[in-house]
């Protein structure tokens, strides 16, 4: 099993490593806004969606209403053109109208600092309510795991697991919990950029020697290659 000592020093060389690229979106709107309600909505958004299109279109929708009492008043079809095109714009029209609709209704129109509430939102899951808890609120105590922060800990031989609710559970077991808030801004930058789903950049990366799947199956297709 992995040692801790060794997890951290990684989180700090993958964490100087991501300095030259941009923070993902989500993270970015958290730090500039402050508003649990705009990380929410631009976290729906961001869903199969890659990070400059939800960019544009939460700068969009956040120019026609950025709280829950305004954008209530638009269409369905308003906030479906503000958004376009994000990936499912139509269903996440509707996700967003119905979320307002709730939080002015049953949380006095604010977003429920609250995990167990979130997840009670129609189109909220594990990924977004930890988001909105890490990033919306700044709270300590929650490890986002989407599809980088799932991938990565998995090539590292960190954990062995299929599901990222199950990864979730083991990082929380791994790692001390003073890395958990900013776990997922520093490994979905590093996902993005250098330990790319397909086609990682393991030959530019800076913890490829502490790496399962740099040893066992980059460097073994590097040999095959060469024969
Ligand atoms: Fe990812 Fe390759 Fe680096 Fe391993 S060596 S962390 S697979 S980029």
Same mark, same amino acid.
């Given at each position: 099993?992995?040692?801790?000592?060794?997890?951290?020093?990684?989180?700090?060389?993958?964490?100087?490593?991501?300095?030259?690229?941009?923070?993902?979106? %989500?993270?970015?709107? #958290?730090?500039?806004?402050?508003?649990?309600?705009?990380? =929410?909505?631009?976290?729906? =958004?961001?869903?199969?969606? $890659?990070?400059?299109?939800?960019?544009?279109?939460?700068?969009?929708?956040? !120019?026609?209403?950025?709280?829950?009492?305004?954008?209530?008043?638009?269409?369905? *079809?308003?906030?479906?053109? !503000?958004?376009?095109?994000?990936?499912?714009?139509?269903?996440?029209?509707?996700?967003?109208?119905?979320?307002?609709?709730?939080? =002015?209704?049953?949380?006095?129109?604010?977003?429920?600092?609250?995990?167990?509430?979130?997840?009670?939102?129609? #189109?909220?899951?594990?990924?977004?309510?930890?988001?909105?808890?890490?990033?919306?609120?700044?709270? +300590?105590?929650?490890? !986002?795991?989407?599809?980088?922060?799932?991938?990565? &800990?998995?090539?590292?031989?960190?954990?062995?697991? +299929?599901?990222?609710?199950?990864?979730?559970?083991?990082?929380?077991?791994?790692?001390?919990?003073?890395?958990?808030?900013?776990?997922?801004?520093?490994?979905?930058?590093?996902?993005?950029?250098?330990?790319? &789903?397909? #086609?990682?950049?393991?030959?530019?990366?800076?913890?490829? *020697?502490?790496?399962?799947?740099? $040893?066992? %199956?980059?460097?073994? +297709?590097? $040999?095959?290659? %060469?024969?």
């Amino acid at each position: 099993m992995v040692k801790e000592a060794e997890i951290i020093d990684i989180i700090k060389k993958v964490k100087k490593e991501v300095q030259k690229y941009e923070n993902p979106i %989500v993270t970015e709107i #958290g730090e500039v806004t402050r508003n649990p309600f705009q990380v =929410l909505v631009s976290c729906i =958004l961001s869903l199969r969606t $890659r990070d400059e299109t939800t960019a544009k279109a939460s700068s969009r929708l956040f !120019a026609l209403a950025s709280k829950p009492e305004t954008m209530i008043r638009l269409s369905t *079809k308003q906030i479906e053109k !503000a958004i376009y095109p994000v990936g499912f714009y139509k269903t996440k029209a509707r996700r967003i109208k119905g979320i307002c609709k709730v939080l =002015l209704e049953k949380y006095n129109g604010k977003v429920p600092d609250n995990f167990d509430e979130l997840m009670k939102l129609k #189109g909220v899951g594990r990924k977004t309510a930890n988001i909105v808890m890490c990033y919306g609120f700044h709270k +300590k105590g929650y490890i !986002a795991v989407d599809t980088h922060v799932h991938r990565i &800990p998995n090539r590292l031989g960190w954990v062995k697991t +299929k599901k990222p609710e199950q990864t979730e559970e083991a990082l929380k077991e791994l790692l001390p919990r003073k890395y958990w808030k900013d776990f997922n801004d520093i490994f979905v930058t590093f996902g993005q950029n250098v330990c790319k &789903p397909v #086609g990682p950049k393991c030959n530019s990366c800076p913890v490829s *020697k502490n790496c399962e799947y740099y $040893r066992k %199956v980059y460097l073994k +297709k590097m $040999r095959k290659k %060469v024969k």
